[in-house]
């Protein structure tokens, strides 16, 4: 969940909690006054009927209007024999079992209870006149009250519901403001990762935490690419200096075979040592070369200067074949099994190829052809050499990774990983397999992009 959310929900949370605590005191606070104000009543009534002459007027003749003022109060007499005397001559209240207990309680001794007559709720206040002249009775009824509680209840849950909304739609305003700057920063840092530039623009303004998070991020990346600058720096004038004696060595190896020529080469058995050497010198040369350039290569990234353009991976694979061929003078037989147009780099992607295929002729010393297969935005090189153990699959691609059974072979470990960096690049994916009946199958895949016009069928 993102922070925006939390903030947007813990907000809602407190206004939810902090109205229904206030809906709730009022609700309560409104019952207990209007039920005070009932009570009130009732206890007036009562003291007024408990004056000389005020029972009379129930026992006797009876004026129910001059008894009572409000005509929704109730008045009984229960007599102590248990006859009702009542305003109207009827008994509209239930005597129960708390007028009759108080019948031989002390004059003023007094009942609270809720009782219903008709179906409809009342309030009933039970006095004991004392002197055996029984209890007096005095109603009210609680309808009134129970609707103005109920329309109470509604209004505060309709308002709770008004100020939760608006609390939501408030904090998703305050959270976006708020967290504004974080989301540009958190892009900043995704770009980051993504691209592996450090050249990003990330938000400064203001003076709250925010703005010092982005202060300080924008220093570290401008400390990185200090660091950066400086590393490939040194790479490349290490890779200068490396070049210059590498160079003349090989010089000196050619001038050295030349003036030897093929009789001096190929005189007896000195001859023979003498051209095995010069051709260990010229192929230890020629690894260090390779060597310099894929260090150099990893270490500036130079790649990421070319610019995308739609590339035919058919057509790059049939170059790189054919370069191969020269060079090692092995079979190297390509597939194409569909249209494969991808948009990409087109000297970073050859620069893949070549290093999968190259991988594929140091491990493979066997005389049957390296195959290459593409489909699409797939391609993979196939040989028959020992293989990739399990273990080591997940860490072929890794930098300088050299697997045990590698490590007597030349190579600087860097030809996979310079082709997980082009393919990751380019949002494809690398992967190295078993190949059926021994071997390896080494490859990537790249996301397809359109065909180019006219380009239409297969070859194999």
Sequence with gaps: MSLRARFVLALVGLVAVATALIGAFSYRTTRAELLGQLDSSLQATTADLRRPGGVDRVLGPRSPASIRGDSDVIVQVVGADGTVYSMDGAAPLPVGASAEDLLDEPEGTFRWQDDSVDGTAVRVLTTSLGGGRGVLQVGRSLSETRQVLAALRTRILVASLVVVAAAAAVGVVLARQLTRRLVRLTAAAEEVRRSGRLDVDVDTDGTDEAARLGVAFREMLGALARSR?????????AGHELRTPLTSLRTNVYTLRRSLGPAGVG???????????????????????????????????????????PVDLGDLVERVAERARRRSGREVVVHRLGPATVSGRPLALERAVTNLVENALKFDSGVQPIEVTCEGGRVEVADRGPGIAAADRPHVFDRFYR???????????LGLSIVAEVV???GGRTFAAERAGGGAVVGFVLPVGPEPAGRTGATA
């Excluded at 001859?271 to 150099?296: F, K, N, P």
């Excluded at 697997?403 to 470990?413: F, I, N």
């Design 229 to 237: 600058e400086d590393q490939q720096r040194l790479v490349q004038d």
């Design 267 to 309: 005189a007896g058995a000195a001859g023979g040592d003498t051209a095995r050497i010069l051709d260990d010198l010229d192929q230890e040369t020629e690894e260090l070369s390779r060597l310099v350039d894929e260090v150099v290569e990893a270490a500036t990234d130079r790649r990421g200067d070319e610019p995308e353009q």
């Design 403 to 413: 697997s045990t059974d590698a490590r007597s072979r030349p190579g600087s470990g």
């Design 424 to 426: 990751a690049g380019h």
